[in-house]
């Protein structure tokens, strides 16, 4: 532990098959967010940044991976704003965000739409949500595609690394649809339905990147963005089995929330 992660009192902590992941926690009047074996970030309660601490001999990709898209949607939070843990992709300026477990496969199906549907890539794992009157727009905030290997058959356990996509948008789109993504073995083929009222929101509240765990007004505002968020942008699960088919065939289902065929027409 660094002279500055000494003081550190840590409020949450996230756990990925029995290891510590990610928590977060305070210095003072500094929020803190320690990324396990890559590097602490401090911050200012208003979401300005003080300083990123990289650890020793921590993997050079991993941390410029964090730096580009989990330390800006950590600031985020702390001004008070909404970003959800997830991929997203846009066509014709319409937006689908894929939330869901590690492993379920989200950064995959990006890729899926991407290369076979013409969508652009939007966000690889943070999809940042700015609420414009009646209208929800997402900015791009990652320009990579994080892939085992570049390969579109996901594998759990093994390393990720940037793979870059066909294309990116110049600015931000209309978000129209979050897809909650279920790996069922028992399933014969790819299903969508639609979810509302709080069976949408248990699938937004455990995807939401958070800075600020131990402030009840904050917890507040963010359920009342979240509600206003379910309220308009539809939420859906898409229950599919692994497999490249059955991607392939979940990629097409998404396609068709977006206008678009084969060739990713609209």
Request: proline share 6%.
């Amino acid at each position: 532990m660094t002279a500055s992660a000494s003081a550190i009192r840590w409020i949450s902590e996230q756990h990925e098959h029995g290891a510590l992941a990610f928590r977060v926690g305070r210095r003072g009047d500094e929020l803190v967010a320690e990324f396990a074996g890559l590097g602490l970030l401090f911050a200012t309660r208003d979401g300005r940044e003080v300083g990123f601490e990289a650890s020793p001999h921590a993997d050079p990709v991993g941390v410029d991976k964090v730096r580009a898209s989990l330390v800006p949607a950590l600031l985020r939070h702390a001004a008070g704003k909404l970003t959800l843990h997830g991929a997203a992709v846009a066509l014709g300026g319409r937006v689908v965000s894929f939330v869901g477990a590690s492993g379920a496969g989200k950064s995959t199906l990006a890729a899926e739409l991407c290369a076979r549907h013409g969508a652009a890539l939007v966000a690889d794992d943070t999809t940042a949500v700015d609420f414009d009157g009646d209208t929800v727009r997402v900015p791009p905030t990652e320009r990579v595609h994080w892939l085992i290997d570049g390969s579109l058959e996901p594998r759990a356990g093994d390393a990720k690394r940037p793979v870059l996509p066909p294309r990116t948008p110049e600015g931000k789109g209309t978000l129209i649809a979050i897809c909650a993504l279920v790996f069922d073995p028992s399933a014969s083929a790819p299903t969508m339905r639609r979810l509302r009222g709080q069976h949408a929101l248990a699938r937004l509240v455990p995807n939401v990147i958070r800075l600020v765990v131990d402030e009840p007004d904050a917890h507040l505002r963010e359920m009342a963005a979240l509600e206003r968020l379910a309220s308009r942008v539809a939420v859906h699960e898409l229950r599919r089995p692994p497999g490249v088919e059955a991607q392939r065939a979940s990629a097409s289902l998404v396609a068709s929330l977006l206008g678009a065929g084969e060739d990713g027409a609209p």
